[in-house]
Structure formats: structure tokens, C-alpha cells
């Protein structure tokens, strides 16, 4: 099995590429067209700032290969968000794969901080029209971390809720395209379990 890791400018791409070998799969971390193309799993993931980051996707040509990818596609964090439509971080356009806006969190109360930042649980998992899941084996109210700044509202393509705020996707799904804000590879065994089924079971 080819997994292919997009190279892009963003971070935190290694320590996907470390949870991955952790289990038993040797990504290629690219941003060679072709092998993405070819790969029959893809990750999109990423730490970083939409603005900069979707100007340097269109300078390369990745946009129009990301949006074309016929395989499964996993985002994370910051590669959820630019699967969307627009972001309020630096009122950036972005892929337009899902139909969402990526909103700021605004603190309501003093205790309120922003970036959500840590450990938080998951509930209202659900699957495709297929019965396929990123979240098969994983209980209702399973913790996993999160650090962001930026949330997709709960809408369509919500596949998991989280409450921090207010309720937001803690990810997002449609057709081949399944996106998490969490960060599963440093999520614990919860986040190995969501790996495992985008690995194997999607």
C-alpha cells in the first residue's frame, strides 16, 4: 500500500510520518505530483497560517492536485481547513472541496482560551453513505488533542462534534475527502484506532 504524505509549507508532517511507521506503514513524504497522484492513500496535514499556506499551494499547482485526487484523502488541522471554502484567517479563499466557512473563535468568558488547546472529547460520530468511518472502534466521548485557533461550524459535512465555545466539527467528510481538526498522531491509542481506519478500513 502507497501512502503519500503531501510536502507542502506547513509543519508537523514528521510526526505523522512517525504515528504511520508506528504502525507498520512507510509513507513518502512528496510533492512530486505524480506519486501523490498514484499513492492510493493521501495526507494532507499541517501547522501553519491559511494565507501564506494557499499561496504557496497555487504557486505549485498543489491546489488543483489536491482537489482532483479521486483516492482517500485525510486532512489534518490546518489541511482540514483549507478544504473548505473560505477561512477568517487572513480572509483567505481556500480549496472549496467542502462547502464550510473556517470562523475565529471568539472567547466568551474569561476562561475561554484561545487557541483551543489540549485534550477534548468527541461525540455524534457518523459515518458515509457507505457505512465507512474514520471513527469505527472509537467510543462516544473519546479524548483527543486539539490545537487551534480556527473551527469548521457544525453543518453538512459534519462527521464528529466537539464542544469548546460552542459545538464545532471536530472533523469533516465527503465523498473520498475526510478531514479531522484533532490531531489523531498525537492523540493516543484513540488517534492510533482513527489512523488504523483510514488506513485499512477506508
Known amino acids: 500500500m502507497r501512502i503519500a504524505i503531501i510536502d507542502y509549507n506547513a509543519g508537523n508532517i514528521r510526526s505523522v510520518e512517525n504515528a504511520l511507521r508506528r504502525l507498520g506503514v512507510e509513507p513518502v513524504i512528496t510533492a512530486d505530483k505524480q506519486l501523490i497522484s498514484e499513492a492510493d492513500k493521501v495526507i494532507f496535514p499541517g501547522v501553519g ?8 499551494l ?6 488543483t492536485l489536491i482537489k482532483g485526487l479521486k483516492q482517500p484523502v485525510l486532512g489534518i488541522c490546518l489541511g482540514m481547513q483549507l478544504m473548505c471554502k473560505h477561512s477568517e484567517e487572513g480572509d483567505t479563499d481556500c480549496l472549496g472541496i467542502f462547502d464550510a466557512e473556517v470562523r475565529q473563535f471568539v472567547s466568551q468568558r474569561h476562561e475561554d482560551k484561545v487557541p483551543h488547546m489540549g ?6 460520530m457518523k459515518a458515509d453513505n457507505y457505512g465507512k468511518s474514520l471513527f469505527m472502534d472509537v467510543a462516544e466521548e473519546a479524548y483527543v488533542y486539539f490545537v487551534h485557533s480556527y473551527y469548521v461550524p457544525v453543518g453538512d459535512y459534519t462527521a464528529a462534534t466537539t464542544d469548546y465555545i460552542l459545538p464545532f466539527s471536530a472533523a469533516i467528510q465527503q465523498d473520498n475527502f475526510y478531514a479531522t481538526q484533532f490531531h489523531p498522531e498525537k492523540s493516543g491509542s484513540v488517534g492510533e484506532q482513527i489512523l488504523k481506519n483510514f488506513l485499512f478500513k477506508i
Request: glycine share 0%; proline share 0%.
Open 49 to 56: 497560517e491559511a494565507a501564506t499556506t494557499m499561496s504557496f
Open 58 to 63: 497555487r504557486h505549485e499547482n498543489m491546489d
Open 119 to 124: 485534550w477534548n472529547t468527541l461525540y455524534d
